[in-house]
């Protein structure tokens, strides 16, 4: 199965800084490379995701890069602000044909300081 | 456009019960996914449907099962509840056309505690 390591695991940053988390997967059969974000009592907010024939996508504040060669993903917040606060998963989408099953890094604590 | 929601928000069951928490996907989405996430850790996958049908299953014991209705909702039951199986539940949807790469969108999701 897919393995996924996430760091760092806390991060911690000053307001209008950028935060950078990177995801290492294993399986070279994945495609797609999504992010998402966790608040305290909520689900997790899809915030940006890239398949694996581009090699990076941008929606304002946020980015995502891929390296498919070494097998890793991040994800780059600028002009960090408060609200941005909340642990932060990579999610790759491993080849399945049992399901489309995302597996889950551990999760990073994003705190911005204002 | 509504998204994903499940009910109930929060159960509070003691070891042996039974739970069955559902969900309903987002319209136009046929494929539902449930999730466990215990405290601390990310979520991991317990079952998919598509269409109705189980199209894949996690490293879960027998005592969870699911179902997905004709209208795409649907349940996942938990059987003989252990205090282990004290966690958040998640229900994605996705249209679950594309296998590997299917954009999953998260719902709320209903808090499990076994006391």
């Known amino acids: 199965g897919e393995n996924v390591e996430q760091h760092p695991s806390t991060l911690s940053v000053q307001e209008g800084d950028s935060a950078v988390i990177k995801c290492t997967y294993s399986?070279?059969?994945?495609?797609?490379f999504p992010w998402y974000k966790q608040e305290l009592g909520k689900g997790p907010q899809l915030i940006i995701d890239?398949?694996?024939?581009?090699g990076e996508k941008k929606d304002q504040r946020i980015a995502v890069t891929l390296n498919k060669t070494a097998k890793h993903f991040s994800l780059h917040i600028t002009e960090t602000q408060p609200e941005d606060s909340a642990v932060y998963f990579c999610?790759?989408?491993?080849?399945?044909?049992?399901?489309?099953?995302?597996?889950f890094g551990e999760g990073t604590q994003l705190t911005v300081n204002p | 456009d509504a998204g994903v929601t499940q009910s109930p928000t929060h159960l509070i069951k003691t070891r042996g019960q039974h739970v069955t928490l559902r969900c309903s996907p987002i319209?136009?989405?046929?494929?539902v996914s449930w999730y466990q996430q215990v405290l601390g850790q990310g979520p991991q996958f317990i079952f998919q449907?598509?269409?109705?049908?189980?199209?894949g299953r996690g490293n879960f014991p027998d005592r969870f099962s699911a179902r997905q209705f004709p209208n795409y909702s649907s349940e996942l039951n938990v059987n003989a509840l252990l205090l282990g199986d004290s966690a958040l539940y998640l229900c994605?949807?996705?249209?679950?056309?594309?296998?590997?790469?299917?954009?999953?969108?998260f719902g709320p999701g209903t808090r499990l505690t076994v006391l």
């Open positions: 399986d070279s059969a994945s495609n797609y």
């Open positions: 999610a790759p989408l491993p080849f399945s044909a049992s399901g489309s099953r995302l597996t």
């Open positions: 449907y598509y269409e109705k049908e189980e199209r």
């Open positions: 994605a949807s996705s249209l679950g056309l594309e296998r590997s790469t299917d954009t999953q969108y």
């Open positions: 319209s136009g989405h046929k494929s």
């Open positions: 890239i398949r694996s024939n581009v």
